[in-house]
């Protein structure tokens, strides 16, 4: 028994070695740089690019951001964000774009290509508590389709910061005392005159703190994009 397992395992072991390494040899190193395809090319806005793209991103930002009449930036809008959906689902609202109800906009430039730009933009509601501020990256890429001229098209809307979320609750404990006592009694109609005014301060110091941190935070936020508006 054992001398046949002795006899499997040294044919095995033969054929392994008469094949021998199957897999192709290795090419020496060449010597030369690897190129890559699709490089980025690091290019510098013209004026006549800075115009248009705020002007894509003014529209965009008042139509398929915000929901009004987000039909309106399908002309602007590339193949990859329009993919999968028609004119008819942006009429009704339906769209790959991550809606915010914009009342203000700043914007900072992250990159420029030759041919992709990408914006950090800064929006801002009405509503503050409902609808904090957030910071979007916003991209363009080249449409040298377009006649006479080079144009831009947006090519993504992306949260790259999220909302501040700030959360006030309270939960007034009274203190317990006798039903028996008068004194007792006395104190506990004292706190029920009383409680209604301290929660009515309680909500006004909330309100306010909360107030302050948005503003605070939002500040903080905008710095980097003061003077370039949408």
Known sequence: MLGGVLVAVGGIVAAAVAIGNTAPPELPPSGHPVML??????????????REITAVARLFLRTAV???HPEKSWPISSPALRSGQ??????????????????AAKWNLAYSDRNEVGLDVWVASDNLGAY????????????DNAKHRRSWLVDSWTPTSMPGTVAAGMSPDGPSASADSPRASAKS?????????????AVL?????????????????TAPFRGRSL
Do not use: C, M
Not at 132 to 143: H, I, Q, S, Y
Not at 205 to 221: F, N, Q, T
């Open 66 to 68: 915000s929901r009004h």
């Open 189 to 201: 109609s004292l706190l029920w005159v009383a409680a209604p005014f301290g929660a009515l301060i």
């Open 37 to 50: 395809e699709n490089r980025p090319q690091p290019a510098t806005l013209s004026a006549a690019d800075r």
């Open 86 to 103: 028609t004119l008819a689902d942006w009429k009704s609202g339906v769209l790959a774009v991550e809606p915010y109800p914009v009342a």
């Open 205 to 221: 110091v909330a309100a306010l703190g909360l107030s302050l941190r948005i503003r605070l935070r939002e500040r903080r936020i």
């Open 132 to 143: 904090p501020p957030e910071v979007f990256r916003l991209t363009f890429v080249a449409n």
